[in-house]
């Protein structure tokens, strides 16, 4: 245990620890006052799988450091009053010249100078460190895993606590299944991860008996690009989906494994040892979003982080006694941790229907009262606190190697941090029951509601109610698009317009075409197959005696006020319309604009509101 966790941060210096062998002419790590050495901190990377964590490293003094005026007042008084008396000292036993005996390696330098004054003129040649700044260094860091979404406080303290942390963080090399890397500039998806592998110490009595670890609690963790909200998808473990092929890395090589169709979505990891590069490949298949990095965590970060944070307020709309899961709790508000909190986000027959989507909206609930906490000044404050909740998400963490390590964490941390709670939404993939299931064990998408809601994250539509001052040129927009389609709109029966695919995906005018036939009753339309050059943006081209007809499509499609091409002169007889489905095209029935609002019926939590499991 280091001075700093004794709570005397006052007197020894952190960066001091570090200090010169004579022997070898190297720095090395000294964590006590005695002389001998201990060895030094294992090299910065990725753990090896199965290899025991390191010991908990022990936390800051929640003792906050005295002034720089402070420090060096007192250190020039010490430092007079001590050399005089060593002097007197020296000159009655004759002093001590450089055969004296002294310690091989020397003792750490108090922050105040003058108790560190004889040990120093003892170690000749010496280099004298630079003082170190004041203040502690703070920073907030997300992390994920069966609990699936964590805000964590990170207090860093000196090169030591630096190494620690990097040791207990677990890496994956899923190369090529992701973005390669998130961007300041761009918005963020991270896909967390919680597995039902029966690791850590008691927790042989939850997930399935020799479970290789599936997805069994998967969100998807959008940011925006301005950083002003989030939205965080769960995704359904029994989901019916498909799953492509995915290349994985191991000990005898890269190997890829073939996909397979019509499947749960939890079998994306752990099946046929696929690895969470297969997750993150198959969620991009079903949203159509790019995962930039995976974080992924089993039962204990549930217990760890809960306990390290001092415990999640829920609330409760009855009594709860459920023996499957142990947990036991009467109606109102409670305080959890540990192994009752773990508890909480499993149990599937205390709320709800008792089915998997019920839990999903109870972990959601318990999630956001985390981030609230977690955001809280208690929290934040704490020196102490922030270590110990940093210790347990690192330990918890296996992360691609892309944040592997605590700089890469921070820096994904500064852009993750800047969301406030109010304008994180919690979001379940719209699902129905399997029809093709009589007893019904699994879901399939509902694309009605999931297509509108896949638009608006790829759109980077925010889905709270975030108030934001809108530029000069989005107001002129909206005018602009409002006085398009004021005016009469031709019958669906009466549009006639010409397909062209001119950057969309593949079969899109053909996909376009079935849409305004069959579901908006525009039988005058022709796939006419591709344009011939592609186009970035979608545009109808009109005749000015089709402009009832523009009207009518534009509504039905969203379509902006830009994508609206007027002609000088009539159109002649029947002549139709021309649509070009350019590259921002997403799909026949998805406004280009962007839906609005959410689509009615999905299931949603605020992170900033408290709502009683029920």
């Known amino acids: 245990m280091d001075a700093q966790s004794r709570g005397q941060a006052d007197e020894i210096d952190p960066a001091d620890q570090w200090v010169l062998n004579p022997q070898t002419g190297n720095y090395e790590l000294r964590l006590d006052h005695s002389t001998g050495q201990p060895p030094s901190p294992q090299p910065r990377g990725a753990r090896k799988a199965n290899a025991p964590r390191k ?31 060593e002097s007197r000292a020296e000159s009655r036993s004759g002093g001590r010249g450089r055969g004296g005996t002294r310690a091989d390696v020397p003792g750490q330098r108090s922050r105040r100078a003058g108790k560190g ?56 090399d899923v190369q090529g299944a992701g973005s ?41 963790f959008h940011v925006a690009k301005d950083r002003t909200n989030a939205t965080v998808l769960s995704i359904p473990r029994d989901l019916i989906t498909d799953i492509p092929d995915c290349e994985t890395k191991t000990a005898e090589g890269t190997k890829v494994i073939p996909g397979t169709s019509q499947v749960r979505f939890n079998t994306s990891l752990g099946q046929s040892d696929r690895d969470p590069g297969c997750t993150m490949r198959t969620v991009k298949e079903l949203t159509g979003l790019t995962v930039d990095h995976f974080m992924m965590a089993d039962f204990d970060a549930v217990k760890t982080m809960s306990t390290a944070v001092g415990g999640v307020e829920v609330c409760v709309a009855k009594d709860v006694d459920d023996p499957k899961s142990h947990l036991k709790l009467s109606k109102g508000t409670h305080t959890i941790q540990g192994e009752q909190a773990l508890a909480f986000v499993r ?13 999903i909206e109870t972990q959601q609930q318990f999630l956001s009262s985390m981030i609230r906490k977690m955001k809280s000044g208690d929290t934040l404050t704490s020196p102490s606190k922030l270590f110990k909740l940093a210790e347990a998400a690192t330990n918890a963490l296996t992360v691609d190697t892309g944040i592997g390590d605590i700089q890469k964490l921070s820096d994904l941390a500064t852009e993750l941090a800047k969301v406030d709670p109010k304008n994180i939404t ?27 809601l896949f638009a608006m994250m790829q759109n980077d539509i925010s889905l709270t109610e975030v108030q934001q001052k809108e530029k000069a040129d989005e107001q002129a927009a909206k005018t602009k698009q409002e006085a398009l389609l004021k005016g009469t709109k031709a019958d669906a029966a009466d549009v006639r317009v010409d397909v062209f695919n001119g950057g969309g995906p593949q079969g899109s005018a053909q996909e376009t075409l079935n849409w305004l036939q069959n579901s908006e009753g525009v039988l005058k339309s022709t796939n006419k197959g591709n344009a011939p050059a592609d186009v970035a943006k979608t545009t109808l081209e009109y005749a000015p005696n089709q402009a009832d007809q523009a009207r009518a499509l534009a509504e039905m499609m969203g379509l902006p006020a830009t994508a609206m091409k007027p002609g000088a002169e009539d159109a002649v007889g029947l002549e139709a319309m021309t649509l070009t489905l350019g590259k921002d095209f997403k799909g026949a029935g998805v406004p280009v604009t962007g839906p609005a609002k959410a689509p009615e019926g999905v299931q949603k939590v605020e992170a900033d509101k408290q ?3 029920k």
């Open 55 to 85: 010991g908990p490293a022990s936390p800051p003094s929640d003792e906050g450091p005295r002034t720089r005026g402070e420090a060096r007042a007192e250190s020039r008084t010490e430092s007079r009053t001590e050399s005089r008396a």
């Open 117 to 172: 004054q004889a040990e120093a003129a003892t170690a000749a040649g010496r280099r004298k460190r630079k003082p170190p700044k004041s203040g502690k260094k703070k920073a907030l860091v997300w992390t994920g895993g069966v609990m699936a979404f964590l805000l964590v406080g990170l207090s860093v303290t000196g090169y030591f606590v630096y190494q620690h942390f990097n040791g207990n963080i677990d890496t994956i």
């Open 180 to 220: 390669g890397g998130f961007k300041k500039d761009q918005p963020v998806n991270i896909l967390l991860i919680g597995t039902d592998k029966r690791t850590g110490e008691g927790n042989e009595g939850y997930g399935d008996a020799g479970s290789v670890g599936h997805a069994d609690t998967t969100l998807l």
């Open 347 to 359: 149990t599937r027959h205390a709320f709800g229907n008792e089915s998997d989507l019920s839990r």
């Open 426 to 452: 919690f979001m379940t993939l719209p699902v129905l029951d399997n029809p093709a299931e009589v007893v019904k064990a699994t879901v399939v998408v509902d694309e009605a509601k999931a297509d509108p």
């Open 611 to 613: 709502v009683c499991a």
